[in-house]
Nanobody
Framework: QLQLVESGGGLVNTGRTLTLSCRAS????????VAWFREAPGKDREGVSR????????YYADSVKGRFTISWDAAENMISLEMRNLRPEDTGTYYC????????????????????WGRGTQVTVSS
């Protein structure tokens, strides 16, 4: 069964760190574009970061640059997103998604270019 499962969300205070994980099952993440989006209530889904697993190239939205780090563990078939110095505006549901290097390369990230999504994990940053 093809599946993406996110984990690691929670409630933290401003300035703290959370690490999200996205574990894929049923297929290897090799040579895909894997991205994290987030969605806050009343706002559009926002692309946060991506990694191209074929060459390790990464991208970060300006809002998280310098605070978030995306990485790929091939042995675990898992993508992680370390989020440091969290702010209240980082609050939202975080989704992992997989796309193709042919059709999912636009920057800033566009959610409609990605067709396979996890169910999300909630991150709440309290001030």
């Amino acid at each position: 069964q093809l599946q993406l499962v996110e984990s690691g969300g929670g409630l933290v205070n401003t300035g703290r760190t959370l690490t999200l994980s996205c574990r894929a099952s049923g297929f290897p993440l090799t040579n895909y574009v894997v991205a994290w989006f987030r969605e806050a209530p009343g706002k559009d889904r926002e692309g946060v970061s991506r990694i191209i697993t074929g060459d390790g190239t990464t991208y970060y939205a300006d809002s998280v640059k310098g605070r978030f780090t995306i990485s790929w563990d091939a042995a675990e078939n898992m993508i992680s997103l370390e989020m440091r110095n969290l702010r209240p505006e980082d609050t939202g549901t975080y989704y992992c998604t997989v796309g193709s290097t042919r059709t999912s390369m636009t920057l800033p990230l566009l959610p409609y270019e990605f067709g396979f999504w996890g169910r999300g994990t909630q991150v709440t940053v309290s001030s």
